[in-house]
């Protein structure tokens, strides 16, 4: 079965400090792998589509990676507006139908 | 283009009664899913549907929970003889075909609480 795992589970991070949110996968068939953005009561904003290892997609302070097993999304010199869960999501092949899991987020807290 | 729209937002209920929820996909899209979200967990998949087709319930997914979608456009989410173990989120997203990007686009969320 499809696993998708996320730590650090929480993070705290002071404004301007740097830092990695991880997403390892076990998955048969990968068909992409997605970062979502989500804000407390609200539903899951898309952030980044990745398809391949070696991939990288970047907006503003946010870049995501990709390898065989994990993603990463580098957070670049947060702001307290990065204050959010980030989802991790995978796609993949499951009995003809391509099935898309999420992992449990990182809750991210960045302090001014 | 408004994106997706779930209608209730919020929906307080008593064991026992029925409860429906309603999800306006965007336009365009024909793949429509279901998720449940329960504080601190990430979305788990219900259901999903290609156009009116519905081609894949979860396991995990009671008898008491059922879904449509007519015409492949809007969708219905139905639980009947609601439990306080079905207080959650319930999401709604769609997409394009796979082919394309294939992300989900999500809708706000209808929250159930069960008394």
């Known amino acids: 079965e499809d696993q998708v795992t996320q730590s650090p589970e929480a993070l705290r991070l002071q404004e301007g400090e740097s830092s990695s949110l991880n997403c390892s996968y076990t998955v048969s068939g990968l068909r992409g792998l997605f970062w979502y953005r989500q804000d407390p009561g609200k539903g899951p904003e898309f952030l980044f589509t990745?398809?391949?290892a070696g991939e990288e997609k970047e907006k503003e302070r946010l870049k995501a990676t990709l390898t065989k097993k994990e993603s990463f999304l580098h957070i670049t010199a947060p702001k307290p507006e990065d204050s959010a869960t980030y989802l991790c999501a995978v796609r993949a092949d499951s009995g003809g139908y391509q099935k898309v899991t999420f992992g449990t987020g990182t809750k991210l807290q960045v302090i001014p | 283009d408004t994106g997706v729209s779930q209608d209730p937002r919020h929906k307080i209920t008593k064991r026992g009664q029925n409860v429906t929820f309603r999800c306006d996909p965007i336009s365009e899209h024909n793949r429509l899913y279901w998720y449940r979200q329960t504080l601190g967990q990430g979305p788990e998949f219900l259901t999903y549907f290609q156009n009116e087709a519905q081609l894949e319930k979860s396991r995990l997914l009671s008898d008491r929970f059922s879904a449509e979608r007519p015409k492949g456009s809007f969708s219905t989410l139905e639980i009947q003889r609601t439990e306080q173990g079905d207080s959650a989120m319930y999401l709604c997203a769609s997409s394009f075909r796979t082919g394309s990007t294939g992300e989900l686009f999500f809708g706000e969320g209808s929250r159930l609480t069960v008394l």
């Open positions: 990745l398809y391949s």
